[in-house]
């Protein structure tokens, strides 16, 4: 069964880092974007990235790959559950940082922009449930 590998942590938890040493397809929203408009979001543009990513992951599995990652932060329920699909398996791919680290990382890297947003995912975060997520967990060190 072909699986695709979810990364699983809010901004700067190291996931590009994480799937950039997987030797894998990539697939990343962020890249995306920048590809779409040049821009870091536009909300406007929302519903156009994440069409892109689901064809993006359908045909890098279409071609022959076995394996795909899906470099996004899927800190919720609802973001896991719109990746369920016949054609693949989900694997989940947790980054340990804690909202901390990411904070520090983010300041490191002079980049005040996601400071909020790190804020806020964090608040809004699912840690997986074994009961209702029906899937393999993983964790990536
Ligand atoms: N395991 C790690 N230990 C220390 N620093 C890391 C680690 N993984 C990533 N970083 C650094 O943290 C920052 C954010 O990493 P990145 O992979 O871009 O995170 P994300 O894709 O989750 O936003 C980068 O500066 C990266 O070099
Ligand atoms: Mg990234």
Known sequence: MKKLWMTVGLPRSGKTTSARGMNMPIVNPDSIRLALHG???????????????????????EAGHDDVVLDTTNTTVKRRDEWIDKRWVRKMVVMPA?????????????????????EKMAAQFEPYDWANEDMEWERHI
């Open 98 to 118: 804690t909202k901390e680290t990411c904070i520090e990382r983010a300041n490191a890297l002079d980049d005040a922009y996601i400071l909020p947003i790190i």
């Open 39 to 61: 821009q870091r979001f536009i909300e406007e543009s929302e519903p156009m990235v994440w069409a892109m990513a689901k064809y993006m992951v359908a045909a890098l599995f």
